[in-house]
């Protein structure tokens, strides 16, 4: 599909851009939510599931990589599943990316909140999530490299942070701690983490959102995938491993700030190092929420220049060549859900829809393999058909479990993208997409 060059996007990103926006925008899950995981199945059940999902994310970055630097638009997967099956795959996987880079947003502003909370008792909750909004959007409206720029250097101190924060736990891990109670629900508590899991790793396939704005695209999306993926299984296996085995899982798997509470078991609530590490917490979370808006204003702005939203959603500002009106959309969307879910069931929700789209991805990784033989691939998936093969399978093994453990939730998903289907069918728009 071709772009409309007076709606394109400034080209500014670096690698090491790259890497800041893909470690970024999945940080924060190393700072909160995978923790409800332990709510369902147990330190080891819950290790087990990461480990399951951390195979699907490395064979899926090497094999979405392919399709980011042979179609390197904003639109993401839902360019990939145009180009692959026509408007229904594009249908389905920009519904998928939509629903996954809009929920995310909320759940990492309540967590900002809850951390700022914790601080600091007099702040509420909602209040600061409510801020962050507004201050996130207005740092996106001036320039995707002045947003890049902020991302770098939130991320290092974020990653940097993290670093520390292993390195004070580690010496009080207990393995005695971490194998109690280790699979208090059996093998279906391992399912039913599946989600939480994901959350280490959810939006980091939002790198493909800003490939428009990308210099040498061919060359520089995939470094920032491969060496993004590298750090992010690095610090999601130790922040959970070393966290389970300084306390009860028990104590900690219900909580929206669990590194804070480990520290404060470790080191003392009152203790400066427990206050200070809370406070430069935010960083963690600020770098994820400040991708994660990156990323839903992108998808909107490319369903909107593709036909899929109203045509207003797909401007430019002239100034600052920045999607606008589409930062603004999302954020009334992500505040409107602040006020009706609670966290667990904001990751849930965001974890279904990226399942969805990596399976539609992988799908048309194949099409496109016969149908685009010719298609210019500056890289090709290593150990083809085998890894997007296997990404395609243990992501259906999640959405089947998400299904069965969250069946009213998946309704309510499934059902918004039949009648988006049905509205988009009955007003005939499905002829000229």
């Known amino acids: 599909m071709p772009v409309d060059q007076t709606t394109s996007l400034k080209k500014v990103l670096k690698p090491i851009h790259l890497w800041a926006i893909a470690v970024g925008l999945v940080i924060s899950g190393e700072y909160f939510g995978w923790n409800y995981g ?9 290790l087990i599931a990461t480990l399951v999902v951390t195979v699907m994310y490395v064979t899926f970055i090497f094999s979405f990589t392919e399709l980011t630097t042979s179609i390197p638009q904003a639109g993401g997967p839902f360019s990939y599943a145009h180009r692959a099956f026509g408007w229904w795959g594009g249908l389905i996987a920009g519904y998928a990316t939509l629903v996954e880079f809009l929920v995310t947003p909320p759940a990492i ?4 909140g809850s951390y700022s909370h914790f601080l600091y008792p007099s702040l509420d909750v909602l209040h600061v999530a409510f801020a962050c909004y507004a201050i996130f959007i207005v740092i996106n409206l001036l320039g995707i490299k002045e947003s890049a720029t902020f991302s770098l250097v939130v991320t290092l101190l974020a990653v940097i942070e993290l670093l520390i924060y292993i390195g004070i736990v580690a010496p009080h891990f207990s393995y005695q701690t971490f194998v109690t109670d280790p699979m208090p629900f059996g093998w279906p508590g391992v399912f039913a983490a599946l989600p939480f899991a ?3 790793y959810l939006a980091i396939e939002g790198v493909a959102m800003v490939a428009e704005e990308v210099e040498d695209p061919k060359r520089t999306i995939s470094r920032g995938y491969i060496y993004g993926i590298l750090t992010l299984v690095i610090l999601a296996l130790a922040v959970m491993i070393f966290t389970g085995g300084i306390a009860n899982w028990k104590l900690l798997s219900e909580i929206d700030y669990p590194l804070p509470a480990a520290l404060g078991i470790v080191l003392g609530r009152d203790s400066s190092l427990t206050q200070l590490f809370a406070s430069l917490g935010l960083f963690g979370l600020i770098a994820s929420f400040h991708g994660t808006v990156i990323g839903y204003s992108r998808q909107i ?5 593709s036909g899929y939203l109203p045509s207003f959603l797909g401007e430019v500002n002239a100034k600052f060549q920045t999607p606008h009106w589409a930062l603004l959309a999302g954020g009334v969307a992500g505040c409107a859900a602040l006020m009706l879910g ?3 069931q904001v990751i849930i929700l965001a974890a279904l829809g990226a399942v969805v789209m990596y399976m539609i991805s992988m799908v048309s990784l194949f099409v496109l393999r016969k149908k685009e033989p010719a298609l210019e691939r500056p890289f090709s998936v290593p150990l083809y058909p085998f890894f997007p093969a296997v990404a395609l399978i243990l ?3 999640c959405l089947i479990a998400i299904i069965y453990y969250n069946f009213v939730m998946s309704l309510w998903f499934f059902g918004g993208l039949i009648v988006v289907t049905i ?4 007003t005939g728009r499905h002829k000229v997409l």
């Open 109 to 112: 502003a309540f967590a900002l």
């Open 301 to 305: 702005f490319a369903l909107a220049r």
């Open 342 to 344: 609670t966290t667990d």
């Open 38 to 46: 332990w709510g369902v199945s147990g330190t080891v059940g819950f």
């Open 423 to 426: 509205f988009i069918v009955l």
């Open 198 to 200: 994901i959350w280490f």
């Open 395 to 397: 992501a259906s093994i």
